[in-house]
């Protein structure tokens, strides 16, 4: 499942290459890991195939999409025969995402067209937020919140993990707060951050600050610059000292607080 989280940042600090060197290690590791068990237990291995598929979503994380496609055409090949649905649709999902991001529409939209999940499959909402892509390629506003609305109810009534079901909220509240649904975009946001703990929601110090940022945004333009004061000041001091004074998102932040501040 595409990763929501990473689009709520809204600048990063770039001069910090630890976590790229890491991830890029993670990457090295998985990619001998699976070319292992490709000489040892075989391509047609569950090992081999489960492997490529994390090595597929590490590619698709770090947005190396001509290498996540390779890896979804393979492994789409590799398992048309295959009796296990969860997998098969997950794979054909994740060729439709690698066609999308590697620009190739009318490949994404011949997956869509050729493939249609019903309610009853386990990968329903992740088709859904695939659907909403598309959709959005195609500026279909209507289509496009739809089919995230789909992906959020499936995933509440199905098998989708907490941290699958934020995600969902988060291309929700993204979604609104790009078509400039200002009103829902807030209470979409809101519902995040009330929702945040008993989703075990998990974001990163960047990711965390620019929600609050987008939400104390949103609550400004809303009437309520309250919650914005309340949000922003107590958050801007914490990522003083974890992001330091320099990092673009203090800017950020800085900027929206001296914008409701004056009218106290």
Do not use: W
């Amino acid at each position: 499942m595409e990763n929501y989280k990473k689009y709520l940042v809204l600048a990063k600090d770039n001069s910090n290459l630890t976590d790229f060197a890491k991830r890029q290690e993670t990457i090295f590791q998985l990619e001998n890991a699976r070319s292992d068990a490709f000489n040892v237990t075989g391509p047609t291995s569950r090992l081999y195939i489960k492997t490529s598929n994390k090595l597929y979503d590490l590619y698709f994380e770090e947005e190396e999409y001509e290498e996540a496609l390779d890896i979804a055409k393979e492994l789409f090949n590799l398992i048309k025969s295959s009796p296990d649905i969860k997998l098969k649709s997950k794979i054909i999902v994740n060729l439709g995402f690698a066609y999308l991001k590697n620009g190739n529409i009318s490949k994404a939209k011949e997956i869509a067209s050729t493939y249609t999940f019903d309610e009853e499959n386990p990968e329903y909402p992740y088709y859904c937020l695939f659907r909403a892509a598309l959709s959005q390629v195609y500026k279909d506003k209507y289509m496009e919140i739809s089919y995230l609305q789909n992906a959020y109810k499936s995933s509440v009534n199905g098998e989708s993990s907490n941290s699958e079901i934020a995600n969902i909220l988060i291309a929700i509240a993204l979604y609104y707060e790009r078509t400039k649904s200002i009103k829902s975009a807030y209470m979409a946001y809101l519902e995040i951050f009330h929702k945040a703990t008993e989703l075990s929601l998990e974001l990163t110090d960047e990711e965390r600050f620019s929600f609050l940022i987008r939400l104390s945004t949103l609550a400004i333009k809303n009437e309520n610059e309250k919650l914005a004061l309340d949000l922003l000041t107590k958050s801007t001091v914490a990522m003083n000292k974890k992001l330091g004074t320099r990092h673009p998102l203090i800017k950020i932040a800085n900027k929206v607080l001296q914008s409701v501040q004056p009218k106290q």
